[in-house]
């Protein structure tokens, strides 16, 4: 009778493991047609003065790779930040309509952040932009400068 109980658990504890490792699996997948959101932050490196793109883990996002539908949102830490873009952004964002006054620029206050959707028309492109921040007085660094490669 114990080997028969023995038999169950170990059946159960094999099926709880493929269970989370599928789910695992399913989730570092990137299914096309499925949209992503990119949050990210502007901040400061805590050793020096140099300002990065990081993602919520602290790796450097200089250059994202996204997709039609892909959600981005920058987030300016401790500092107000002025985004350019080398292109005019409706060829390949969605955003709210008080947005983007000039077609490329967009300041954003302290802590706040910018959200954008990749249209779902945008051609596949890479798209160069710059954050200046406002009380460092300086431009972020990337890949210098940061980069959007939009891909189909």
Known sequence: MNTMKS???????SWLLLITLSGAILTAVTLP???ATMNVKIEK?????I?????KDGNNRG????GKKDKINWQAIN????FTFKKPVEDYFIYEDSLFADGRSQRIPENKKLRVTIREDAKSDT???EVYVVEADTLVVGDSPPKLIIKD
């Not at 490196?45 to 003065?49: E, G, L, M, N, P």
């Not at 300002?51 to 993602?55: A, F, G, K």
């Not at 500092?79 to 002025?82: A, K, R, T």
Request: proline share 0%; charged share 30%.
């Open 51 to 55: 300002w990065r793109v990081r993602d």
């Open 79 to 82: 500092s107000e930040m002025i």
């Open 7 to 13: 038999k169950q658990v170990s059946v159960i504890l």
């Open 33 to 35: 047609g499925v949209m």
């Open 63 to 66: 250059t994202m790779r996204v």
């Open 45 to 49: 490196d805590r050793d020096s003065d």
């Open 127 to 129: 798209l160069y932009y």
